[in-house]
T-cell receptor, first 111, second 112 residues
Framework: EDQVTQSPEALRLQEGESSSLNCSYT??????LFWYRQDPGKGPEFLFT???AGEEKEKERLKATLTKKESFLHITAPKPEDSATYLC????????????FGGGTRLMVKP | EAQVTQNPRYLITVTGKKLTVTCSQN?????MSWYRQDPGLGLRQIYY???????DKGDVPEGYKVSRKEKRNFPLILESPSPNQTSLYFC???????????FGSGTRLTVV
């Protein structure tokens, strides 16, 4: 059974204080790992897809990396508008098109 | 604008009264899916569809039905809603094999 665990559950940062969010996963065969951002009361917004260990993707202050067991979402010099819940999900080769989501990390950036 | 549209946004209903939540996408995506999101349980897939007339169960399909008669529409049907189906529901779509789903804005359902 696929498992996705995100840590920490919540993270408070000062504006400009860089940090990383972790996503550990267990799958029989990874087809893809996805990062989403979700604002309160809204649907998840797609950020990145990573397919193989060693791959990296960047978008503004966010950078996602992937190893064989985990992914990190690095946030450099965050701003208050980066406050949101960040979700990680995996797609398993043997699970059809069923995404398995982690519980998310709630990020709060204070000015 | 490329989007997934769900209706209604909010719905309060009584136990046993059949309801349908509609979902439509304008991106010509093959894959469509329904999720529910509950505190402490995260996002869980209910049903998904790989194309017209092709649907399959996700993690939590009990109490739900879906149909995919047209590529753009994927309604979620609750034949006899119960209070444990009170939740926030999301419809999503993606290109074939891509996995990067585009999500709708959500439907908050309360069953009393």
């Amino acid at each position: 059974e696929d498992q996705v665990t995100q840590s920490p559950e919540a993270l408070r940062l000062q504006e400009g204080e860089s940090s990383s969010l972790n996503c550990s996963y267990t799958v029989s065969g990874l087809r893809g790992l996805f990062w989403y951002r979700q604002d309160p009361g809204k649907g998840p917004e797609f950020l990145f897809t990573l397919y193989s260990a060693g791959e990296e993707k960047e978008k503004e202050r966010l950078k996602a990396t992937l190893t064989k067991k985990e992914s990190f979402l690095h946030i450099t010099a965050p701003k208050p508008e980066d406050s949101a819940t960040y979700l990680c999900a995996v797609l398993d080769n043997n699970a059809g098109n069923m995404l398995t989501f982690g519980g998310g990390t709630r990020l709060m950036v204070k000015p | 604008e490329a989007q997934v549209t769900q209706n209604p946004r909010y719905l309060i209903t009584v136990t046993g009264k059949k309801l349908t939540v509609t979902c439509s996408q304008n991106m010509n995506h093959e894959y469509m899916s329904w999720y529910r999101q509950d505190p402490g349980l995260g996002l869980r897939q209910i049903y998904y569809s790989m194309n017209v007339e092709v649907t399959d169960k996700g993690d939590v399909p009990e109490g739900y039905k879906v149909s995919r008669k047209e590529k753009r529409n994927f309604p979620l049907i609750l034949e006899s809603p119960s209070p444990n189906q009170t939740s926030l529901y999301f419809c999503a779509s993606s290109r074939q094999g891509a996995g990067g789903y585009t999500f709708g804005s959500g439907t908050r359902l309360t069953v009393v």
